[in-house]
């Protein structure tokens, strides 16, 4: 399976680690960064993992920031992305179970090392259930404006 990574500058430890993780799982990546402590800001990095999910380069995508809202709130804008901001394993597996995410976005002001390692095992290792789930997703696409 192949992976985007980003990261903004608050994320970018977690980011790392989560980086050595899916390699551990015999995985592929593509690493965004960021790559050093200088301030940037999370859209950029949302928007290149994004793109790669969205025009299926990618399979999966993890977004790090401060908090994770950020990133989950820049990669919601673009079309047929899910991101989910996960902060327990129970949320990764849902968000994947239930709601077919394809972003995973998390916080390292927020989760550990160990937990956010666990969160993304269990994201990645989590199949879509379908079912009554899948018509739920196409009334999402379905969306285009809310008035």
């Keep these: 399976m192949r992976i985007a990574l980003g990261s903004d500058h608050a994320g970018r430890a977690l980011r790392q680690g989560i980086g050595k993780v899916i390699l551990g799982l015999g995985h592929e990546m593509h690493d965004f960064g960021s790559h050093d402590d200088a301030p940037v800001s999370y859209v950029d990095f949302a928007k290149s993992v994004a793109l790669e999910v969205q025009h299926q380069r990618c399979q999966f995508g993890i977004l790090v920031c401060g908090t994770g809202l950020g990133v989950s ?24 179970a239930h709601n077919d995410a394809n972003i995973l976005c998390l916080g390292e002001r927020l989760v550990g090392a160990g937990l956010a390692e666990s969160i993304v095992k269990t994201f990645l290792s989590t199949p879509f259930a379908g079912g009554r789930h899948q018509g739920r997703l196409d009334q999402l696409a379905s969306i285009t404006e809310v008035t």
């Design 73 to 96: 709130i820049a990669a919601n804008k673009f079309q047929n992305i899910r991101a989910a901001l996960c902060s327990h394993e129970f949320l990764a597996q849902m968000a994947r």
